[in-house]
């Protein structure tokens, strides 16, 4: 018996893709696969103006303005995400660098887990205190971005933490 279970959301898209959609995968801070995670800049004074990175294989610069968020899925390899403003299934990126995060705070990605422990999605979120440990959880930055507050290199996802989709960089 072969049972599928479907996961919908209402997709709103942020309508404009950023000038690094072109960009080479041996250019500085692309990613392996030939993406490049856009640096994005809230307004100030503002952490809920900024743009995140919503990879999804057919549109890998894909973008979300916030409050609009990515909302990805653990049913590929990719992770494609889809901007949602309802709640996600599986993982949600609300932030994909400090950028998008009040001054001081940081952006994290946090595995949740069940109580025997089986993990059951991702949460990428600013928070006013450090990430947690790896490999649960990872700050998030940007290759061409300030330096990790960890005092880490920071590196693509891809390959380094493959449960997040491959535009995002992590602290290592």
């Not at 609009?68 to 309802?86: K, R, W």
Request: charged share 10%; hydrophobic share 30%; proline share 8%.
């Amino acid at each position: 018996m072969l049972c599928v279970l479907a996961a919908c959301s209402s997709k709103s898209p942020s309508g404009t893709l950023p000038p690094e959609a072109g960009a080479r995968s041996d250019a500085p801070g692309a990613h392996p696969d030939g993406s490049a995670a856009p640096v994005d800049a809230a307004p100030a004074g503002s952490p809920d103006g900024g743009v995140v990175s919503c990879y999804t294989e057919s549109n890998a610069s894909q973008s979300c303005t916030l409050p609009v968020h990515c909302c990805f899925s653990n049913f590929s390899s990719q992770h494609d995400g889809s901007c949602s403003s309802s709640a996600c299934t599986w993982g949600t990126i609300t932030c994909d660098g400090p950028e998008d995060c009040a001054t001081g705070a940081h952006c994290c990605s946090h595995a949740l887990l069940a109580s025997d422990g089986s993990l059951t999605g991702y949460s990428v979120a600013c928070q006013a205190s450090a990430c947690g440990a790896a490999p649960a959880n990872y700050e998030l930055c940007h290759a061409a971005g300030p330096a990790c507050s960890n005092g880490g290199t920071c590196v693509t996802a891809y390959g380094n933490d493959n449960d997040l989709p491959r535009t995002l960089d992590i602290c290592q």
